[in-house]
Nanobody, 124 residues
Framework: QGQLVESGGGLVQPGGSLRLSCGAS????????IAWFRQAPGKEREGVSS??????????NYGDSVKGRFTISRGSAKNMVYLQMNNLKPEDTGVYFC???????????????WGQGTQVTVSS
């Protein structure tokens, strides 16, 4: 059974940067669309970014609130996907999840495999 594991979360001041990592065991991430979602307390899960599988050219997409600040990429090492987050704002605070599926969208229902999440807190 495939498993996803996120890492790299933490506490950062506004304007700072973090890089989240998503690793997999049991399946090859290159064959899957990968997305990052986040969920703040009391709010619905929000699509942050997605990247298509390698066969579809790994095209990327971003939610409007993070465009120009976040970058999703596949690692040169197999089975890693990263989310580089720059110019972080307090409203970026939440639990960040990576997910794997067939089609790259920003909708949670498109994804089959989910990690446990990593907490990102942006605060001074």
């Amino acid at each position: 059974q495939g498993q996803l594991v996120e890492s790299g979360g933490g506490l950062v001041q506004p304007g700072g940067s973090l890089r989240l990592s998503c690793g997999a065991s049991g399946f090859n991430l290159d064959h899957y669309a990968i997305a990052w979602f986040r969920q703040a307390p009391g709010k619905e899960r929000e699509g942050v970014s997605s990247i298509a599988n390698s066969a579809r050219g790994s095209s990327t997409n971003y939610g409007d609130s993070v465009k120009g600040r976040f970058t999703i990429s596949r690692g040169s090492a197999k089975n890693m996907v990263y989310l580089q987050m720059n110019n972080l704002k307090p409203e970026d605070t939440g639990v960040y999840f990576c997910a794997a599926g067939i089609i790259a969208t920003l909708y949670p229902r498109s994804y089959t495999y989910w990690g446990q999440g990593t907490q990102v807190t942006v605060s001074s």
